[in-house]
């Protein structure tokens, strides 16, 4: 995993890419029972409901840039697909609401007025103004030739008179959406609301997440649309609320997968170098970073709460080290000459144990992101001669 400067961009796409999913939870939590939500079908995020209304969503974090500006790109060329959406048949503007969400506060004169209009007049009247701040006054539109050649293309679009019928309606139907920058603490907010008691609220929110990400990653792998039933999330959400309060299961609170930023720093991590000493393959890296990352933040996170003692995680700890002795013990006897694969078969046997602890269950990357800690501490290692490489290696 070679280190390369990232763009400083990243970040800021990376928290648009998130605020997806939020947003599909959402939604979930929202939506008829009988609904749809999708992303990247017909929109970032939609909602699809049995009597075929839709909810069509836009999702901007806002961070660095300004999408609501009155000279975005991102803001007409949102409108504009819209537009080819509709004559596409894709969506029908009778039965679709349109959304933009932007999480961060910004400023938008033209957007937040095409937000305000009430009926097909008030649209009207704020699209002939836009027109005229943008391009000047008909018919000679003096401006337009000091706009932008990337924003010329998307407002062609938007003020032609063959679409001023279908922009009209999207208008009317139009909602600009402004978060604070809070998205996780006021879905939080929203989940308490909703569905689930105080105390084991980010309990449940924590698991919906991770559930809906790889429902829709299991979709797209499978080349099904990433789409999930409201219905189905409820009924996992209140499955999962239920094993909780039997108190047999300890809840993952990992949420999302890790961000390049985070596999970059870990990429040399000691716990990634005694993987790659055994030939360790690229995807199976990130599956490791993201384990090692999720078990660090549940131990935190069940101390913090009550829900394990330090002495069972010491225990916990020496248990593991004791099954990784006694495994190394036998692959040291059974196994390959070769000392990679050896410590290969080593890693393969050790990672794929799960234990409890206290008696309850534990996420399915705890055993092995335990494993995974040991290693970085050099307490265990895969290749025989670990120790020795690693120090050849500095």
């Known amino acids: 995993m070679a280190s390369k400067k990232k763009s400083a961009h990243v970040p800021g796409q990376y928290y648009g890419y998130s605020l997806q999913c939020t947003h599909c939870v959402s939604r979930l939590l929202t939506a008829a029972p009988d609904a749809t939500v999708s992303i990247e079908v017909l929109e970032d995020v939609a909602t699809e409901s049995a009597t075929g209304d839709v909810e069509v969503i836009q999702v901007k ?27 596409d048949r894709a969506i029908d503007p009778e039965k679709t609401s349109f959304i933009l969400h932007v999480e961060t506060p910004r400023p938008g004169a033209i957007c937040k007025r095409f937000s305000n209009a009430q009926d097909a007049g008030e649209a009207s009247a704020a699209i002939i103004a836009a027109r005229d701040a943008l391009w000047g006054t008909a018919p000679n539109f003096k401006k337009k030739q000091e706009v932008a050649a990337g924003l010329v293309e998307q407002l062609d679009i938007i003020f032609s008179p063959s679409n ?29 609301t909703l569905l689930v008691d105080d105390d084991i609220a980010e309990d449940v929110l924590l698991h919906g997440l991770g559930w809906v990400k790889k429902t829709l990653d299991n979709a797209i792998e499978k080349g099904l649309p990433p789409m999930i039933a409201a219905n189905a999330f409820r009924t996992e959400l209140n499955s999962f609320r239920n094993s909780l309060k039997k108190r047999d299961y300890l809840p993952s609170f990992a949420g999302l997968p ?52 330090r002495k069972s995680f010491q225990n916990f700890e020496q248990t593991i080290k004791a099954l990784w002795q006694n495994l190394r013990d036998e692959v040291e006897i059974t196994g390959p000459e070769d000392l990679v694969k050896r410590g290969k078969l080593l890693a393969i046997k050790c990672l794929r144990e799960r234990r409890k602890i206290e008696g309850f269950e534990l996420p399915e990357d705890f055993t092995p992101g335990s494993f995974h800690l040991l290693a970085d501490a050099l307490e265990i290692g895969w290749h025989a001669e670990y120790l020795e490489l690693l120090k050849e290696a500095q």
């Open 258 to 309: 890790p961000t390049p930023e985070q596999l970059l720093q870990n990429a040399l991590r000691p716990y990634v170098r005694q993987l790659n000493l055994v030939d360790w393959k690229e995807d199976s890296l990130f599956t490791a970073i993201s384990q090692y990352l999720n078990t660090k933040v549940n131990i935190i996170q069940y101390g913090q709460r009550g829900y394990v003692n």
């Open 164 to 192: 001023l019928n279908v922009v009209t309606k999207i208008v009317c139907r139009f909602q600009l959406s402004i978060g604070a920058r809070q998205a996780y603490g006021t879905l939080l907010e929203e989940m308490k």
């Open 61 to 87: 974090s806002g961070v660095g840039t300004n999408p609501i500006s009155n000279r975005s790109v991102d803001l007409w060329k949102t409108f504009r697909n819209w537009v080819e959406a509709v004559h």
